[in-house]
C-alpha cells in the first residue's frame, strides 16, 4: 500500500511538472519570446513524445523562419511513421516559403491516405483547418463522406462554407444535418441567425427560404415548418409565420404553445390585428383552461389599447362575463390583476379597483402570487395618491421575497412613490441600491430616475420646479395625458432655461407621440436636439425622433441620419445596439 501511494505520489508531481513547463512555454510564445518557449517545448518532447509537442515545436521554429530544420524534423518522424497530418505540416512549412507545388503534393498526399483509411478524415481536415486551408479541409470531409456515408461531417462543413463566406452552402449543410439529427433544430437558429436579416428580400434570407421550401416538398416533417415560421418572424412577417404554426398544430394537435409564443410575440411588436388574429385561433381549438384565460386576457388588453371610451364599459361587461364563467379563484389570478388595471387605469375607478384586488388577496395563493397582487394593489393606490398604504404594500413585497426580480421592482416602485410625494431624498437613498440590479431594465430606469432628482434638486431648494415635474409625471402613470401635458406646459414657461426643461421637453414629447399628436412630438425632439445637445437627454431625444420618423412618419432618411449620431457619437447609449441594427437596416446591409 505504502509502495502505491508513493508511485501515485510521483505521477501526481510530474504531471504537474509537466504542466507548468507547458505553462511557461505557451507565455513565452504568446509573448513573442520564441528561443525560449523553443527550448521548453523541446524538453517537453524528450520526455513526452506526443505530437501535440511536436506541432508546438513545428510552430515555434516557422516563427523563427527555421525552416529547414521542420522539414528535418517532419521527414525523421515521416520515417517513423506514415502519419497522414504531419504530411500536411510539411507542405504547410513548403508553402511559407512560396513552394507552393511542393505543398500541393504533400496536401494531396494526405488526402489520399483518406481513401487508405477514412478514419482519418477528421484529424486531415481539422489540421488543413488549423492553417486556414480551407478548400482542402472541404475536400477531405468530401471524401471521408463519400467513403463512410454512415460518418456524417454536414456540422464541420457548414462551419467552414460560413468561414468562407459561402451562405447557401453553409445553411444546406446545417440543413443536412439537422434531418439526421432534429435535436439541433434550436442550434441551428442560432446559427442562422448570423446570417438572416428582417429584410425578406436579403439574399440569404432566399437562400434559407428557398432551401427549406424544398425540403417541406420533397420532405414535410415538422422541423421544416419550424424554421420556416422561425425565418418569418425574423423578417417580421407574422402571418405567414402563422401559416406554418397553423400546419405544425394540424400535423400535431398536442399543444398551443408554440402558437401563443407567436402570439405573444406579436404582441410586444404592436401587431394587435394577427396578434388578435393568433388568441382567436387559440379559442378556437383550445380545452386547456389556462390557455383559454391567456388568450381572453390579451385580447381584451389589445381591445383596450385599441378602444375609445365609449367602448370601456363593454370591455367591463366582458371581463365580468369570465369571471362568472370560469370564477374567481387562482387559475384567473392574471385576469384577476389585468381587471384591476382596466378599472383603475381606463375606467378610472380606482376605489372599486382597490376593492376588488383586496378581495384577491384572500385568495389561497403563493406569496409570489400574492406579491403580483400587491404590486397591482400598489399602483392602484398610487392612482389614488394614497402614497402611505402604497408603500405599505410594495414593503410587504420587499420583506416577503427579497432579493427577486419582483421585490426589486417592488423597491423602485417605493422610490418612484416617494418621488411623487416629493420626499426626493428618500427616493434617492433607494435608487442608489437599485443602481446595481439584477435587472437591467430597473437598473435603467433607477439611474434615469435619480440623475432626474440629483440634477433638480439643488437647484431650487423649495424644488417648486421637480415637485412639478413629478406631479406631472404622476398625471402621466394616471393616464391623466391631457392634464400631465397642461402642466408640462406650465414648467416649460415659468422655468425656462432650468435643468428641468429638457426632461419636461421630453415627457411631454412621448405623451403627444401617445395621442398620435406626432408634429408636437417632433417639435419637442428637436428643440431638445438644438437647446440640450450637451445633456444627458441627447440621445433620448436622436433615438426617439428616429424612431417617430422611422415607425410612423415615414422618412427613412431622417432617421438613418438621427441612428447614425448615436452610433458615432454615442456608443455608450442604452440605445447604441438597437440603433446600429435600424441604421444597418435602413442602409440595406445583409445582415443584422
Known sequence: MKRILITFALILCSTLMLAQSEQLASDYFKRGEFEKALIEYQKLYTEKPSTTYLYKIVETLQQLERYTEVQNLLLQRLEKSTFPTLMVELGYNYQLQDSIEIAKKYYNDALLKIDEKPIYTSSIARQFENHSLLDYAISA??????????????????????????????????????????????????????????????????????????????????????????????????????????????????????????????????????ATEIFNFVLENSQDISSLLRAHQFLLEIETI?????????????????????????????????????????????????????????????????????????????????????????????????????????????????????????????????????????????????????????????????????????????????????????????????????????MQAQLFEKKKQYEKATVNYQKIITDFSDSILIDDAYYFLAELYNNILGEPEEAKALYEKIIFNHQDSIYFVEARKNFRMLRGDTIN
Open 141 to 274: 470531409y468530401k471524401k471521408g463522406a463519400e467513403l463512410n456515408p454512415k460518418q456524417n461531417y454536414n456540422i464541420q462543413l457548414a462551419r467552414i462554407y460560413g468561414e468562407q463566406g459561402n451562405v447557401e452552402q453553409m445553411f444546406s449543410n446545417y440543413i443536412d444535418y439537422i434531418e439526421t439529427n432534429p435535436s439541433f433544430l434550436n442550434n441551428s437558429k442560432r446559427a442562422f441567425s448570423d446570417f438572416v436579416s428582417e429584410n425578406s428580400e436579403n439574399e440569404n434570407n432566399i437562400f434559407l427560404k428557398r432551401l427549406l421550401l424544398k425540403k417541406l416538398q420533397t420532405n414535410p416533417d415538422v422541423y421544416w415548418y419550424e424554421l420556416l415560421s422561425w425565418l418569418f418572424v425574423q423578417e417580421k412577417e407574422y402571418n405567414k409565420s402563422f401559416t406554418q404554426e397553423k400546419a405544425l398544430y394540424r400535423r400535431n394537435p398536442e399543444s398551443l404553445d408554440r402558437i401563443i409564443e407567436l402570439a405573444l410575440t406579436t404582441l410586444d411588436e404592436k401587431q394587435y390585428s394577427i
Open 306 to 506: 385599441n378602444a375609445t371610451k365609449k367602448d370601456f364599459n363593454a370591455i367591463n361587461d366582458k371581463y365580468l362575463a369570465l369571471f362568472n364563467q370560469y370564477g374567481r379563484y387562482e387559475q384567473t389570478l392574471s385576469l384577476q390583476i389585468a381587471y384591476g388595471d382596466f378599472l383603475a387605469f381606463h375606467l378610472h375607478k380606482p376605489e372599486d379597483a382597490s376593492k376588488f384586488l383586496k378581495e384577491t388577496l384572500n385568495l389561497n395563493v403563493s406569496d409570489f402570487q400574492k406579491a403580483t397582487v400587491k404590486l397591482k394593489l400598489g399602483d392602484v393606490l398610487v392612482y389614488q395618491e394614497k402614497f402611505n398604504e402604497a408603500l405599505i404594500y410594495y414593503s410587504q413585497i420587499q420583506a416577503n421575497l427579497k432579493n427577486s426580480t419582483i421585490s426589486q421592482d417592488a423597491r423602485f416602485k417605493v422610490a418612484k412613490t416617494s418621488y411623487y410625494k416629493g420626499d426626493f431624498d428618500w427616493a434617492e437613498s433607494q435608487l442608489k441600491i437599485l443602481k446595481s440590479s439584477t435587472s437591467q431594465l430597473i437598473a435603467n430606469d433607477a439611474l434615469d430616475l435619480k440623475l432626474l432628482i440629483s440634477d433638480n434638486k439643488y437647484e431650487d431648494s423649495l424644488h417648486v420646479a421637480l415637485k412639478l415635474y413629478a406631479k406631472a409625471d404622476l398625471m402621466a402613470f394616471q393616464n391623466k395625458t391631457d392634464q400631465a401635458i397642461t402642466l408640462l406646459d406650465k414648467i416649460l414657461t415659468e422655468h425656462e432655461g432650468e435643468n428641468i426643461e429638457g426632461q419636461a421637453l421630453l
